[in-house]
């Protein structure tokens, strides 16, 4: 149980374009999603929290209106970061909480992208 | 304001042989703690969680943590590591002041030789 995915898992793009990643709980249904990055060689970041049915909260830093969050269900949120450059390079991982367990976050495996 | 301190940048260990990893946090009320592996290119897996109660949690893959509420330390541990135990771990603290967003640590490698 718990199982959280991402797709695409890899993605390259031209700077400048928008790519869009998606995030799903496959069996439990997720009240909460949260979005990371990770830099080579770092831990992970928050960058925002993504509560469905309302606007995401973004942490300090993060340029809501560079990276789009919609949480429009229970099992999926999509991260879209628009207008990207090469310094958006980066992994990103997102972590969804279970309703009935709002103590643990399970991570899906991660997204790297790379902007040319 | 939390914060999580891993010791050990990177441990190196030969197999078979036993390992502690570090982990200490800061926080001024109750927490919950998390390990998390993290293999290359890969996403985290959670290994063990304590929220409350005993102070030994068991986690799979045969790791073990114990919660130290006085040294604010939650080290994990393993008595015989194997070669697919090479990874990162993160250790990470969460609050529910904070709406349980977790704080992570810099990560530990662990990498295990024959």
């Known amino acids: 149980g718990a199982v959280v995915s991402q797709h695409p898992s890899r993605v390259i793009c031209k700077s400048g374009t928008s790519v869009k990643i998606e995030c799903r709980s496959l069996?439990?249904?997720?009240?909460?999603m949260f979005w990371y990055r990770q830099f080579p060689k770092q831990s992970l970041m928050l960058m925002a929290t993504?509560?469905?049915?309302?606007?995401?909260?973004?942490e300090q830093g993060v340029e809501k209106d560079k990276f789009l969050i919609n949480h429009a269900s229970l099992t999926l949120s999509t991260l879209t970061v628009t207008s990207a450059h090469p310094e958006d390079s980066s992994f990103y991982i997102c972590?969804?909480?279970?309703?009935?367990?709002?103590?643990?976050?399970?991570f899906g495996p991660g997204t790297r992208l790379l902007v040319l | 304001a939390q914060s999580v301190t891993q010791l050990d940048s990177q441990v190196p260990v030969f197999e078979e042989a036993p390992v502690e990893l570090r982990c200490n946090y800061s926080?001024?009320?109750?927490?919950?703690l998390f390990w998390y592996v993290q293999y290359p290119n890969q996403g985290l897996q959670l290994l063990l969680k304590?929220?409350?109660?005993?102070?030994l949690v068991k986690g799979i893959n045969g790791f073990e943590a114990e919660f130290n509420k006085s040294q604010t330390s939650f080290h994990l541990r393993k008595p015989s590591v194997h070669i697919s135990d090479t990874a990162e771990y993160f250790c990470?603290?969460?609050?529910?002041?904070?709406?349980?967003?977790?704080?992570f640590g810099a990560g530990t490698i662990l990498r295990v030789k024959s």
């Open positions: 972590s969804a909480r279970d309703f009935k367990g709002l103590e643990t976050q399970y």
């Open positions: 069996d439990f249904q997720a009240t909460t």
């Open positions: 993504s509560n469905e049915g309302s606007k995401a909260t973004y």
């Open positions: 926080s001024s009320v109750s927490v919950y």
């Open positions: 304590y929220l409350s109660g005993s102070t």
């Open positions: 990470a603290v969460s609050e529910w002041e904070y709406g349980n967003k977790l704080v």
